[in-house]
């Protein structure tokens, strides 16, 4: 019986035509990002190859390759003299491929030569692991934007879990012998369940055309080592671009559950749909227009709720914890907890419900 009530609110989720319109627009930007970062990128090796996109990920994989393994200082030196240009702009922001950036921004004067400082001046004890990695930290920088826009899908299509009801339906569902236990279990059940098939299968999406325009290089590769776009307010610890994508997946599915289990507090409340829409997209995005920085303590709590999730890089630099774990690992627990809340009140809220007449 209650595999029947669950199967039937899953399908009432995704029948929905504005969900449908909003899960086809998550696929489009997911394409349209991808390729658009994927096109637009550029490289020159300094003597006589030059392109953009394909071209422009060869370029960089080549030189890539040429400088893989541990980042030393007789590296250092060699990139240096390797990619040297005269040139008026300051060689720091002067840009030819992704490994010539990366040095230039930590190691070099305005003129391009070395300024003095070594491997250890720039990142202490830190084993650094040079590899191609601009591909996999493009992609996560376009994740952001299409992991919020799933957030925004994953409300619309909660929103009416139990709001749609009051509608008139109510009554029905709410005096019949399972209305108010295992009917309302099942839309929880359900709304969770639907935000856990979109995200899984959005990662899945990007991951694959990821994986198809990239392939795996730079996976065991320090994010620290990167061009000049990721050396300033970007995560500061010295985690490989497959760890920084675990943690993106992880938060990711936190993110979707976390905002599931809000909105279906605020259907639960809401008389209508676009009331709980609003109130939902509302709470959603109310953290980041709050006046507290990623380096104030307060951070701590605020960066836990789901839109950090989402925008991940504030979450990820909060601090290093034991095992090399990082600070965002404490968003499982809270979306643990914010489930359980959700299940208990929304239920209880949609039982307590003023039955139409």
Known sequence: MMARLIQFELRKNFSRRLTQIFLL??????????????????AFDGINREGTG?????????????YSGPLTDEKVGQMLADFYVESDINAKYLYQNT??????????????NWNGLTVSDVFGNEKIKVGY??????????????IIFL???????????????????????????????????AKIVAGFGAALIVTLGALAVNLLIA??????????????????????????????????????????????????????????????????????????LFPVMLPVAATHPLFRIIG????????FVSLMSVEQIKGGLLY??????????????????????????????
């Not at 394909?54 to 040429?66: L, S, T």
């Not at 996999?136 to 299409?146: A, F, R």
């Not at 489930?339 to 039955?355: C, D, E, G, M, P």
Request: aromatic letters at 14%; hydrophobic letters at 50%; one cysteine or more.
């Open 133 to 146: 990695v601009d591909g996999w930290l493009g992609v996560s920088q376009d994740m952001i934007k299409i």
């Open 54 to 66: 394909r071209e422009a990920v060869e370029i960089d994989k080549a030189i890539a390759k040429k």
């Open 25 to 42: 627009g998550l696929i489009f930007i997911s394409i349209l990002f991808m390729f658009s970062t994927y096109q637009n990128k550029y």
């Open 151 to 185: 957030s925004l899908v994953i409300i619309i299509m909660t929103a009416p879990v139990f709001s749609a009801e009051y509608g008139g339906v109510d009554h029905i569902i709410l005096s019949s012998k399972y209305g108010k236990t295992k009917c309302a279990a």
């Open 211 to 284: 994986f198809w325009l990239y392939g795996n290089e730079g996976l065991d590769c320090s994010i620290l080592f990167a061009p000049l776009l990721f050396t300033e307010g970007y995560i500061p610890f010295n985690i490989t671009c497959g760890t920084l994508l675990k943690y993106q997946c992880l938060l990711a599915v936190t993110g979707a559950i976390s905002a599931a289990a809000m909105t279906l507090i605020f259907s639960a409340l809401s008389k209508n749909q676009m009331a709980a829409l609003a109130f939902s997209a509302a709470a959603y």
């Open 304 to 311: 836990l709720f789901p839109v950090y999730h989402a925008q």
């Open 99 to 112: 490994i010539q950036s990366a040095v230039c921004a930590r190691f070099s004067d305005i003129d391009g």
């Open 328 to 357: 965002a690992i404490w968003a499982v627990p809270v979306t643990f907890a914010l489930t359980a809340l959700s299940f208990v009140f929304s239920r209880k809220i949609f039982a307590k419900h003023q039955v139409s007449e």
